[in-house]
């Protein structure tokens, strides 16, 4: 029989004005009993609370062991476990015929799955992702002590009934969970001061929109055959190659008046005033070949 299926049964009480020695002798049962017959205010009940929740230390531990991969610090939910120990204990009914342990294991683990719900995300994620990714957690633990080794994601899909693709999108989300500060050193790479100076680049769509500008500006300035080559290439997308093609002409002439053009129009458009050789000779010619 249950230690708490009758609470008829329980030996008599201990005086409620006897200290916390006298109770250490009381077994669970009686403390729950003893709980839950005092006020909240009463401090033995606190007594009787505090060593079930010694008694039971054991169990919010294995609870939280499932976590051990969060960035979160042990102790931290520990104490989230204690809450959803002190929970189960105050709402425990004896009478349905199981255990504390067996009542209060779901409300500890709710409790920690709370808290990682409401508390440990820095960014938005659905709330059936983020359940998910703490069922991946759990599946992993348990199955690590099962089969002796880590489980492969087929693994953990073929135990959680779902697919390969659900286990990877959890794994993407848990990411979210231990962000990486731009800032931050980087490890094995003595030459690299942060992860902020391996992220960026020169966009190349930058030379793109000074070509564009460059060219409404200092249009009529320009050759006939390098008007037609700035057009193909910028407007309609036309490759170097594809380019020789029409006009027939080279890729390597294409590239050379290309280049030619540009470099005649970006000083204009950065203000630079050392073109004056340029400036000599009037550029507008009938064609350009």
Known sequence: MSEFAAVERLRPLPDPAAGRQDL???GNGELLALAASLPRSSERRAVALDLLVTRYRQL???CVQRYSRSPEPTEDLMQVGYVGLLKAINNFDPALGFS????AEPCITGELKKHFRDKS???HVGRPLQERVLEVRQAEHRLTQQLGRMPTDSDLATDLGIGDADIREARKAELVLQPLSLDGP???????ASLAELLG???PRLEHMLGMQAIARHWGELPV???QILVLYYYRGMTQAQIGQQLGLSQMRVSR???RALGYLRPRLLGQADYASEAVAPRRVLTGA
Do not use: F, I, P
């Open 100 to 103: 504390l342990a067996t009542y």
């Open 225 to 227: 055959r390098e008007q």
């Open 60 to 62: 919010v531990w294995s």
């Open 201 to 203: 680049g020169e966009d």
């Open 186 to 192: 980087l490890n094995g790479r003595a030459s690299v």
């Open 121 to 123: 995300w820095q960014l």
């Open 257 to 259: 008046l290309l280049a």
């Open 24 to 26: 250490q002798a009381v």
